[in-house]
């Protein structure tokens, strides 16, 4: 019995071993046998030419038409202005703004691509049977640039023609809100230099980034800032930020009216006193909280119509009236952060135009609250171990500003 058992099993290994040996090149033989599947192509077929087209999009031109101007087919025209729908709006293609096609000379499409403005592009492209459309995001460089301005009249007319102003005017009212109330203190003569950060696609400006020092000269004071891990401080590392905003709303025009003991009310045209300020602003210009609190009181109020109060540290309440709307969650007992939003500026109550009626007190006495928020407590100091590394960060901004101030003319101001 054993020895045939032992007979078959060498028997069987031998099979297999001959199996796995001469079968796979017999598979080898009969794939090299079998012809190609495609056939070559026949020799009158030539190769399609692709024709590419640079334009830009005429006036009152939609996408559809655009297409077809170039004798791409209707219908593939419609499949693009479809595909696209998830990833551009086609309503938002700008007349003027540069487009470029490649396509068969059957008129098929192969490639369409369309500048949506200075950072991203739209793109379409055949893909073997289906087209596919993208956006895509341009590469930036970055480089640093330097901006000085003197101011005769605004900051928005001192920052001239440059691109996007408002951008720059913004930021430098936000780095520079709890030393100088830009809608109220700003004056003729003042001086700016920014050091900022511009992001360029083929040498051509695209948008600002971050100011890394901004430098403001505000009636004979002169006034630096410069970035470090996200926040503004001085040439002694001391935080440009305060515990209070210089004003409630954001970027504020003016103060149509200040605090007084004694003036003529609007609508009851009896003489009351204004312990309050009032801010000119929008209907709908947000209106945030000055400093970190407690909302104690958030609804209607009379002729204050939509009121919001908040109780701050050291004695202090803020009150903001006159509110189109209060912003959804905001009542009484709930904790608030500086700068969140709290409501938008209306005329509810006794109000003759949208403005924000803007009340402070200290231990329950009105004050005026223009001087009151300037004296927001600056954050600690920059200390310790990380001390070394601000120097490093700023000294040469600092050296550059100098270097700027010195050659600035105007600069005498600054020492008066
Ligand atoms: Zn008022």
Same mark, same amino acid.
């Given at each position: 019995?054993?020895?045939?058992?032992?007979?078959?099993?060498?028997?069987?290994?031998?099979?297999?071993?001959i199996i796995i040996t001469v079968v796979p090149k017999y598979w080898e033989l009969r794939i090299e046998s079998i012809p190609?599947?495609?056939?070559?192509?026949?020799?009158?077929?030539?190769?399609?030419?692709?024709?590419?087209?640079?334009?830009?999009?005429?006036?009152?031109?939609?996408?559809?038409?655009?297409?077809?101007?170039?004798?791409?087919?209707?219908?593939?025209?419609?499949?693009?202005?479809?595909?696209?729908?998830?990833?551009?709006?086609?309503?938002?293609?700008?007349?003027?703004?540069?487009?470029?096609?490649?396509?068969?000379?059957?008129?098929?499409?192969?490639?369409?691509?369309?500048?949506?403005?200075?950072?991203?592009?739209?793109?379409?492209?055949?893909?073997?049977?289906?087209?596919?459309?993208?956006?895509?995001?341009?590469?930036?460089?970055? %480089?640093?640039?330097?901006?000085?301005?003197?101011?005769?009249?605004?900051?928005?007319?001192?920052?001239?023609?440059?691109?996007?102003?408002?951008?720059?005017?913004?930021?430098?009212?936000?780095?520079?809100?709890?030393?100088?109330?830009?809608s109220t203190e700003i004056q003729p003569g003042d001086q700016i230099r920014l050091m900022v950060e511009e992001a360029v696609?083929?040498?051509?400006?695209?948008?600002?980034?971050?100011?890394?020092?901004?430098?403001?000269?505000?009636?004979?004071? %002169?006034?630096?800032?410069?970035?470090?891990?996200?926040?503004?401080?001085?040439?002694?590392?001391?935080?440009?930020?305060?515990?209070?905003?210089?004003?409630?709303?954001?970027?504020?025009?003016?103060?149509?009216?200040?605090?007084?003991?004694?003036?003529?009310?609007?609508?009851?045209?009896?003489?009351?006193?204004?312990?309050?300020?009032?801010?000119?602003?929008?209907?709908?210009?947000?209106?945030?909280?000055?400093?970190?609190?407690?909302v104690t009181f958030a609804g209607w109020d009379g002729g204050y119509g939509n009121l919001v109060r908040i109780r701050h540290?050291?004695?202090?309440?803020?009150?903001?009236?006159?509110?189109?709307?209060?912003?959804?969650?905001?009542?009484?007992?709930?904790?608030?952060?500086?700068?969140?939003?709290?409501?938008?500026?209306?005329?509810?109550?006794?109000?003759?135009?949208?403005?924000?009626?803007?009340?402070?007190?200290?231990?329950?006495?009105?004050?005026?609250?223009?001087?009151?928020?300037?004296?927001?407590?600056?954050?600690?100091?920059?200390?310790?171990?990380?001390?070394?590394?601000?120097?490093?960060?700023?000294?040469?901004?600092?050296?550059?500003?100098?270097?700027?101030?010195?050659?600035?003319?105007?600069?005498?101001?600054?020492?008066?």
């Amino acid at each position: 019995m054993g020895v045939y058992k032992c007979r078959a099993g060498l028997i069987w290994s031998l099979l297999f071993a001959i199996i796995i040996t001469v079968v796979p090149k017999y598979w080898e033989l009969r794939i090299e046998s079998i012809p190609p599947l495609i056939p070559p192509p026949p020799a009158i077929n030539t190769v399609p030419k692709t024709e590419i087209v640079e334009d830009t999009i005429q006036k009152n031109r939609t996408l559809v038409a655009t297409l077809v101007d170039y004798e791409v087919p209707v219908a593939i025209a419609n499949e693009i202005a479809d595909l696209i729908k998830p990833v551009f709006d086609v309503r938002k293609l700008r007349f003027g703004n540069p487009f470029r096609l490649e396509k068969e000379s059957d008129g098929t499409l192969k490639k369409f691509e369309y500048k949506i403005d200075d950072e991203s592009v739209l793109k379409i492209q055949k893909a073997s049977d289906a087209y596919e459309a993208k956006v895509e995001k341009l590469d930036l460089e970055t %480089r640093e640039s330097t901006i000085t301005a003197e101011i005769h009249s605004s900051l928005w007319e001192a920052l001239g023609d440059l691109p996007k102003r408002e951008y720059l005017a913004t930021e430098l009212a936000q780095i520079f809100q709890w030393q100088v109330d830009f809608s109220t203190e700003i004056q003729p003569g003042d001086q700016i230099r920014l050091m900022v950060e511009e992001a360029v696609h083929d040498g051509n400006f695209v948008k600002y980034g971050k100011i890394h020092a901004a430098e403001l000269v505000n009636a004979g004071r %002169r006034y630096r800032g410069f970035l470090f891990k996200d926040s503004y401080y001085d040439e002694k590392g001391v935080s440009l930020k305060g515990a209070m905003l210089a004003s409630p709303l954001k970027f504020t025009p003016r103060v149509s009216s200040g605090f007084t003991s004694r003036r003529m009310h609007p609508i009851l045209g009896t003489e009351r006193a204004h312990l309050a300020t009032d801010y000119a602003a929008p209907a709908g210009s947000p209106v945030v909280a000055v400093a970190n609190g407690v909302v104690t009181f958030a609804g209607w109020d009379g002729g204050y119509g939509n009121l919001v109060r908040i109780r701050h540290s050291s004695g202090l309440t803020s009150g903001y009236a006159h509110l189109s709307h209060v912003t959804p969650g905001i009542r009484a007992g709930r904790a608030i952060k500086q700068s969140e939003l709290i409501g938008l500026v209306g005329q509810t109550g006794l109000a003759t135009g949208p403005h924000l009626h803007f009340m402070m007190t200290k231990n329950g006495t009105p004050i005026n609250p223009v001087p009151a928020l300037k004296k927001g407590a600056p954050a600690p100091p920059i200390e310790g171990r990380i001390k070394a590394e601000f120097a490093d960060v700023v000294a040469p901004m600092q050296a550059k500003l100098d270097e700027i101030d010195a050659s600035s003319p105007a600069l005498t101001v600054a020492h008066r």
